[in-house]
């Protein structure tokens, strides 16, 4: 029979109780799960590393349940016996009780009276709505849910993690305990042990100290006992953050020798926390190192330090340069830091800044990657709308190239960018307002002994306008418009540089732009495919020419003409050029789309009608290997095929136009079956790199391939490998051997990089890096390097990501 639980006297008792029952299945599992992941709310920096099991959202029980009170509670059983003579009522015999989605089997199920208990046995079962299975051979409750005990628990929760315990107890209505009891993420079949799980004679949750603790606790792969602590003790799930010791790091290193790392929390706030990491190294003393975080009501920020007082004794360079690591005797460290924050739901501020004391400090101690190039620091003002977008950002840039030194700095201060699409046509087209104003000095260029200075300050504002037609037979015409204002003042001193010797000079420039693109679709639908053939035409027409021979160029250099920008109107990729003169570009695009395959090729070429050429050589001395420096332009070229889905290829070419020889090329093929799967990318391509030498150009020509072989379900093999064709040398290289299935990830890996800056104790480096990780546990690094960046050679490290 099924009723509705109000058929049983003393409803709202009853109803609380077996309701109750529910819930103490449940708290009892997650205080058993919460263990092995002691600190997981509280890594804080600590957590570099990034797991390889997805996160499961709200844990692995789910998010905790909200019981609606006012649903009814249903009861289903063969019996329901009343005995008054014992004070008991009895449901027996399939007993099933539904509420709030969630559903009790057992064979019996007693409410004493007398005893003020409740009591549930036989083939005891929860089936929780977000799909925890919990199970127990006999579960006694007092009625006031304050002590119970559970025999033979045994828990499979949504994510198919699985917890027993022979005997839960509960007592002083705050304290759990449970015994013999294990935990493991892992599947076993039959009477086979899981890969691992965690086992401990006592578990004791204390629900008042908000901590769970550890009595003879085991780690055990494949039933085999591996490792073992006697006690240890965490906080509860309830408890986010908790002053404590965190997992600590230790290794060995060529430069740095034997170090250990123990960090120690500070939960001072719920709004703010501090984690000091002191690092002991044998070869170069104590590295002193702390975290502070802190989150506000609009926003958040951290703050890093490192120091370290330095005996340049111990450093490599001291034998090979000897006044260079004499520099770096005494105190040396860095300052980091990081910020965002909202001013209201369009605006936001923010910052991004390293401080540090010599540009080497931070990637000899490991705390960057040693292919690192630039430092940028910057401080941002960002608003976005439905139609605009405002930015404004100062940074500081400083070089950590072999040829850069301390003094190798640049600032922006600031540089704004304002953006806005009108609502209404305008014309019946789209109008768009564009703004960029710059402020900007330099020091990094030495004439003999003297640093000078580079200044410059810009606004540019433009408008563009256009439109689109389509006439009765396909033709698309799309004509635009666009005028351009700019202001300059520039002070540039560097007798060294014959182009901007001893400029000092304010002036104002303008550019109007009008013209329109062309296109006729040709569209042929054979059988399940199609076929477009689109001949497209554009032209152009600025002023003739504008000021800006002989001017600094600070953002507009870095200039690659391919079929992704033949038909802009200006092809330059900053405000600092500006093309000039009339031009006309074509080109024909095909595109086929079959039922498998899709391919999309364009070719094309420009072509300088009239006035000046901005892309020839002359006096702005731009690279004359842009392709663009002629009145009749490269061909470009590009390629997006993919004739099924095991193969594809991107490709990106620029020919000579008068020999067809290749000028650039950008070649990516990617391929998958099966097992397999590998990606190649060639590139090559021609550098001015001397603008004050003629023909002084170098050619650059690099492969890099990868490739991933599944060995089986869990087992894959992968490779890279990065190759400079032009030097013949091998750049970087790795091969990973690497395991993962529900539970547990292993990984070995070696790779080999060739960077060398002697002056920074930077050399060529070989690295072995072993991972493995326990789902719900954590991972842990070895590898032979400090941390995650490339470090000396023969170095050892083990790093612990909770």
Avoid at 401 to 429: A, M, Q, R
Avoid at 676 to 686: F, I, N
């Amino acid at each position: 029979m099924r009723l509705p639980f109000p058929t049983i006297p003393d409803v709202s008792r009853r109803a609380r109780l077996l309701t109750q029952l529910t819930s103490a299945l449940v708290l009892m599992g997650v205080a058993l799960l919460a263990g092995p992941d002691p600190a997981a709310a509280q890594t804080g920096p600590m957590g570099r590393g990034v797991s390889a099991f997805p996160e499961t959202p709200g844990g692995i029980f789910g998010k905790p349940q909200k019981l609606d009170k006012t649903l009814p509670l249903y009861l289903q059983g063969d019996e329901l016996i009343y005995d008054n003579a014992g004070n008991r009522v009895i449901a027996r015999g399939n007993v099933e009780i539904y509420y709030n989605k969630n559903v009790l089997t057992a064979d019996q199920v007693i409410y004493d009276r007398s005893a003020n208990t409740l009591s549930a046995s036989g083939n005891v079962e929860l089936k929780e709505a977000n799909g925890n299975v919990i199970r127990a051979d006999n579960y006694t409750l007092t009625d006031d849910f304050r002590d119970g005990f559970v025999q033979s628990l045994s828990v499979v929760t949504r994510d198919d993690s699985r917890i027993t315990a022979e005997r839960g107890e509960r007592r002083e209505g705050n304290v759990t305990e449970f015994s013999e009891a294990t935990f493991t993420p892992c599947k076993s079949e039959g009477n086979v042990p899981p890969l691992w799980c965690i086992g401990a004679k006592r578990i004791i949750h204390d629900q008042s100290a908000a901590t769970i603790s550890y009595q003879d606790a085991e780690l055990k792969l494949y039933g085999v006992t591996v490792g073992y602590l006697p006690y240890f003790e965490h906080p509860d799930p309830s408890v986010k953050r908790k002053s404590g010791f965190l997992a600590p790091s230790y290794g060995n290193s060529n430069d740095l020798g034997i170090f250990f790392e123990l960090p120690y929390y500070f939960a001072l706030s719920p709004h703010y926390d501090f984690t000091f990491r002191p690092r002991y190294m044998s070869e170069q003393g104590v590295l002193w190192q702390g975290d502070w975080r802190q989150k506000l009501a609009t926003g958040e920020y951290t703050v890093s330090f490192a120091a370290i007082d330095q005996d340049w004794t111990d450093l490599p360079s001291a034998s090979t340069n000897p006044a260079n690591a004499r520099n770096l005797d005494g105190w040396r460290g860095s300052l980091e830091t990081h910020g965002r924050f909202s001013l209201s739901s369009w605006w936001s501020y923010g910052w991004n800044a390293i401080i540090e004391s010599d540009d080497s400090f931070r990637r000899f101690y490991k705390l960057d990657s040693v292919l690192l190039t630039d430092r940028v620091n910057d401080v941002f003002l960002v608003g976005q709308g439905d139609r605009s977008y405002f930015s404004a950002r100062m940074y500081h840039f400083g070089g950590l190239l072999v040829e850069d030194n301390d003094e190798t700095e640049s600032y922006v201060h600031p540089v704004i960018d304002h953006n806005y699409v009108f609502k209404d046509p305008v014309l019946g087209g789209e109008l768009r307002w564009k703004t960029n104003a710059l402020s900007f000095s330099r020091s990094d260029v030495r004439s003999g002994s003297d640093l000078l200075s580079q200044d410059m300050n810009r606004v540019v504002t433009e408008v563009k306008w256009r439109r689109r037609f389509t006439d009765a037979v396909g033709i698309t015409y799309t004509p635009f418009g666009e005028l351009r204002g700019d202001i300059y003042q520039i002070n540039y001193e560097d007798p060294n540089d014959p182009l901007t010797a001893n400029l000092d000079d304010s002036f104002l420039r303008g550019l109007a732009t009008g013209g329109a693109t062309v296109s006729y679709p040709w569209v042929a639908n054979v059988g399940a495919t199609s076929h477009v053939i689109e001949p497209i035409g554009q032209v152009v027409a600025h002023n003739s020419s504008v000021q800006q021979d002989d001017l600094p160029n600070e953002d507009a250099q870095s200039l690659i003409f391919d079929d992704t920008n033949l038909f802009e109107t200006s092809k330059f990729s900053g405000y600092d050029r500006l093309e000039t003169g009339v031009r006309a570009n074509v080109g024909v695009q095909y595109t086929f789309q079959g039922p498998v395959g899709y391919a999309r090729i364009l070719a094309g070429q420009s072509f300088h009608l009239s006035g000046e050429n901005a892309y020839d050589e002359g006096s702005n001395r731009f690279n004359p290997r842009s392709g663009l420096d002629t009145d009749e332009s490269d061909y470009v070229l590009g390629a997006y095929i993919a004739p099924t889905d095991v193969f594809r290829v991107i490709s990106q070419s620029r020919f000579d136009e008068d020999d067809l020889s290749l000028r650039r090329e950008d070649l990516t093929a990617l391929f998958t079956y099966g097992p397999l799967s590998a990606a190649a990318t060639y590139t090559y391509g021609q550098v001015y790199s001397d603008i004050y030498a003629s023909n002084a150009y170098e050619k650059q020509e690099e492969i890099l391939g990868s490739a991933t072989l599944r060995l089986t379900d869990r087992w894959t093999l992968s490779g890279s490998i990065r190759y400079d064709l032009d030097e013949d040398r091998v750049l970087t290289d790795s091969i990973q051997l690497a395991y993962l299935d529900e539970c547990f990830m292993l990984s070995a890996t070696y790779s080999e990089t060739f960077i060398e800056d002697a002056s920074r104790d930077i050399e060529p480096d070989q690295v072995v890096m072993f991972r493995l990780e326990f789902k719900h546990l954590g991972g842990f690094n070895y590898q032979t390097n400090v941390v995650d960046f490339l470090g000396g050679e023969d170095s050892t490290a083990v790093r612990t990501n909770p």
